[in-house]
């Protein structure tokens, strides 16, 4: 029997027109191949999805998702939601080069659309794009305006190709200075009206439309370039074959940037920077690659140092500096207290070195449990942290034994310096842009606009408490809610957040009116029907989604440290009490493995029963929540313990956990 290929033809609104194909020799009739490459993104790949929808409506077009082996359930979560779209799954991310490639073998349509999965799409953007290429017989591809989730214009979307001076120009601040110049901004073609089309030579890969046949004649990408570059060197190959690339401006998009590598980090300027080298190399030859390299590596090295320095403080540096902090404060105590309080008084400096070291190490663990450390700063984190940490390094200090005892008052003192020191510390940080800070005070309000009955879908997906205000939108949108937005006064803008729901509303509307709603106050949009909310405040910093994983106290980094924390207390206490386990547990053997296992961190003592689904990762249980062995729970019923793990996320407290593991205590080894 002949192989056949069938379109689902499906209304307007609901899904687009997708294809399905039996036989890859079979004359496509699909316009549009859509292909994303996803990692760890599905909240805003769910909404882009959506976008999707609404976009190719009318058109045959197919939609391919390549998802990089992505750590946070993207395809379960997303299939069942999208079942006309085809998710193909990779076991190891194999950059975005390769995943394009992966999914042009897979593609059937006439004109492919590589689009980045942080990014919402207007209803006409993929229409006019085709036309736009239909009607241009010279275009080999097309690239399209793109605003970030401010409103404010991204200058990637066009670009001149990058030798050796325009690199430089753009690597030593030129281009920032001269933001118009025809010479200095080259590289993103400053000198072009970024609302007109345009031949340029690049094109941005977070959405780049190519026909097949040009495609084909190119090679598609090239995978030597893991991450940045290849769109460059695609647009290189487009224009070496005869074809013009044309910036697209007439339908902007928007593009919620730094979702995959924060462009602030000293990994993004050396990705960066060694795709230009590889790009410079490949097409210019090694004689000027070796100028090219030469005249901007001083610039990627001064670069590169402020970034990583930044990057490494933002990481892992800040305990660092807090102990150069800490350290320093207690010697100024004992120094002070030396020669004013106590003068003759001599302590042995070995054993001040040891004490101080051992309480700078407390002091630090606490720090990090009480949210210290988290990714943005709270300065009531750093109060508690104060009056915590000075009183465990006390209760600490009163247990040394006396030979390393010296004095109260000056732990008292070298804490109460090093508060006043670390505060200074992050102000300054703060004010150079290293840390960043979180938000105090009472949470924005969030002034809702769209139907009454999406204002009412949101209740599950914003975080409680919050105060909301809702605009419902009319048949005149702008009659409705911009104008209500314009009268606001500009005092108030900074406590407001503006929630767009797309479904009554057409996202078209909110993107021509981005500019100036994302100058008065952040933007955040939601799908009517979809899971999440999600918005992006800076070009340099990734984009926040909301969920109903965001009302999960197990998916907060304070609960989960607190989770940790009493993995290790229960694993540490069961191993120093050795003989207690072997009296009272019935597997004393096994229940000491698992101690270990749970230390090592690879298991928890109280996980999800069975399968969790879409619910924040847990590493496996030994326990389930209602205390079951998770061998047992795996066999009964799912629907309850399902139920059960939805409880347990959205409720966790560690004080639980562990009167869960006291209660089962004896069975902990079976």
Not at 53 to 76: F, R, T
Not at 238 to 250: C, L, M, S, T
Request: charged content about 20%; some cysteine; glycine content about 8%.
């Amino acid at each position: 029997m002949a192989s056949k290929r069938v379109f689902l033809s499906i209304r307007k609104d609901s899904f687009p027109f997708f294809a399905v194909t039996a036989n890859k020799r079979f004359i496509s009739v699909v316009i549009l191949s859509v292909i994303i490459v996803s990692y760890n993104v599905k909240y805003f790949l769910e909404q882009n999805l959506r976008s999707l929808e609404a976009a190719a409506a009318g058109m045959k077009a197919e939609i391919i998702v390549v998802d990089n082996n992505s750590a946070d359930n993207s395809v379960a979560y997303l299939r069942p939601l999208f079942p006309l779209v085809r998710f193909v799954e990779n076991d190891q991310n194999k950059g975005f080069a390769a995943a394009c490639n992966q999914g042009f073998a897979d593609a059937t349509g006439k004109y492919m659309l590589f689009l980045n999965p942080d990014t919402i799409i207007p209803e006409d953007a993929l229409h006019r794009s085709v036309t736009f290429l239909e009607t241009h017989p010279d275009a080999g591809a097309l690239g399209i305006k793109m605003l970030d989730g401010r409103g404010r214009f991204l200058k990637e979307s066009k670009r001149a190709f990058p030798g050796p001076v325009t690199s430089l120009y753009k690597l030593t601040g030129l281009s920032a200075l001269f933001p118009r110049s025809r010479i200095f901004a080259r590289y993103h073609l400053g000198h072009l009206d970024p609302d007109s089309n345009h031949r340029v030579d690049v094109l941005s890969g977070a959405y780049m439309m190519v026909s097949r046949e040009v495609l084909r004649k190119t090679g598609g990408f090239d995978d030597t370039f893991f991450m940045y570059g290849e769109d460059i060197d695609l647009s290189y190959r487009i224009q070496q074959d005869g074809y013009q690339n044309y910036y697209f401006a007439e339908t902007p998009i928007i593009h919620f940037k730094g979702e995959s590598t924060r462009k602030a980090s000293a990994n993004y300027t050396r990705m960066f920077y060694r795709a230009m080298s590889i790009f410079v190399r490949k097409h210019y030859g090694e004689k000027r690659a070796g100028l090219f390299n030469f005249s901007i590596q001083f610039a990627i090295g001064v670069r590169g140092i402020l970034s990583g320095l930044s990057g490494f403080i933002r990481r892992m540096g800040m305990p660092v500096v807090d102990a150069l902090l800490l350290l320093p404060s207690f010697w100024i105590a004992k120094l002070a207290w030396n020669n004013w309080v106590k003068t003759s008084t001599i302590y042995d400096g070995n054993l001040l070195w040891i004490s101080f070291s051992g309480l700078t190490a407390v002091y630090l663990l606490i720090a990090y449990y009480a949210g210290l450390y988290d990714r943005q700063y709270r300065y009531g984190n750093l109060l508690r942290t104060a009056t915590v940490g000075t009183l465990a390094v006390l209760a600490a200090y009163s247990l040394l034994p006396e030979h390393y005892r010296f004095s109260r008052a000056i732990i008292l003192a070298g804490a109460t310096l090093a508060f006043i020191l670390m505060a200074l510390v992050r102000k300054l940080f703060l004010h150079w842009s290293v840390i960043s800070a979180s938000e105090t005070g009472n949470p924005p309000v969030t002034i809702v606009t769209g139907s009454r009955e999406e204002y009412e879908g949101l209740a599950g997906l914003l975080v409680q408490p919050v105060a909301t205000a809702f605009i419902e939108a009319g048949d005149d949108m702008a009659g409705d809610v911009w104008s209500q937005l314009r009268g606001m006064p500009r005092a108030a803008e900074g406590k407001r957040e503006l929630l767009f729901c797309v479904g009554q509303q057409p996202v078209r509307d909110l993107i021509s009116h981005l500019p100036e709603a994302g100058d008065r106050m952040p933007v955040k949009i939601h799908y009517h029907g979809s899971g999440s909310v999600v918005g992006s405040d800076s070009t340099n910093k990734s984009g926040q989604a909301l969920s109903g994983e965001s009302r999960m106290k197990i998916a907060k980094p304070y609960f989960r440290r607190l989770k940790r924390l009493a993995d290790l207390v229960f694993s540490l206490g069961s191993i120093v009490f050795f003989p207690v386990p072997l009296l009272f547990i019935r597997r004393p053997l096994r229940f000491f493995r698992r101690s270990f296992a749970v230390l090592s961190g690879r298991y928890t003592w109280v996980g999800y029963a069975g399968n969790p689904g879409d619910l924040p990762p847990l590493r496996p249980g030994i326990l389930t929540p209602d205390g079951l062995p998770s061998t047992v729970a795996a066999a009964t019923d799912p629907g309850y313990y399902n139920a059960l793990n939805a409880g347990y996320a959205m409720n966790y407290d560690p004080l639980a956990d562990l009167q869960l593991i006291a209660g089962s205590y004896r069975a902990l080894g079976n």
